[in-house]
């Protein structure tokens, strides 16, 4: 390899590098905030909002996930929370297929269009199950850029799984005694307003959570 070849690789990895480390100071820092602004809004008394409908950013994992946030919706006032944005894993085929289907009745029942109250929308995968941890650090700032270009095009103002949304975040009925990582995450770093647990044993060792009984 000539001296000319090792300069550029040299050069290119050294750019490679400051990219990386260019957007992971940008995430920690959108973290940080967020942080400060959860822990500033918390010692405030909340305001009361206005009756008027508040665009919702739903986010549907897969499986089970899926099945427990659309009985979640089933008692939401839907009149209340509109328009509806559901957002899925690109690799996810079936989570908004039962959106749809659910936003297709209420629509059949109340004599709306489905465009007018609803979108669904696909988000890439931060981490494949099995996919290694070294190459998903990449697929992570990928789908993280992808979150806040959907969150400044949506600009919900309640987020449910920038004026700042609210997010309440609710944990699976899988998890009795332990949060999930991105339950522990959401509340260690305090990112969501409110974090809902369905076993009170959970509640008790995370006591920042409330407990709301199981939805399923």
């Not at 809902?196 to 959570?209: G, S, T």
């Amino acid at each position: 390899m000539s001296l000319m070849e090792k300069a550029n690789d040299c050069c290119f990895s050294s750019v490679l590098s400051i990219a990386t480390l260019s957007s992971a100071a940008f995430v920690v820092t959108l973290i940080l905030v967020r942080v400060l602004y959860v822990i500033y809004c918390s010692s405030r008394p909340l305001s009361k909002r206005a009756s008027k409908p508040v665009s919702t950013l739903i986010i549907l994992g897969s499986g089970g996930h899926t099945a427990e946030m659309l009985n979640l919706l089933a008692v939401l006032q839907k009149d209340r929370f509109k328009p509806r944005f559901y957002i899925a894993a690109a690799t996810d085929n079936m989570s908004l297929q039962k959106a749809l289907l659910l936003e297709n009745n209420l629509a059949s029942e109340s004599g709306t269009d489905v465009a007018v109250t609803a979108q669904f929308m696909k988000i890439y995968r931060s981490r494949e199950v099995g996919q290694s941890y070294i190459t998903s650090v990449w697929t992570t700032l990928i789908a993280t850029v992808h979150a806040l270009w959907l969150m400044i095009k949506i600009r919900p103002e309640v987020v449910l799984g920038i004026r700042w949304s609210s997010i309440f975040y609710v944990e699976s009925i899988a998890r009795v005694r332990r949060l999930s990582l991105s339950g522990l995450l959401l509340y260690k770093l305090w990112m969501a307003d409110q974090i809902f647990v369905q076993w009170p044993q959970l509640q008790q060792q995370y006591p920042r959570a409330t407990y709301v009984g199981r939805l399923m």
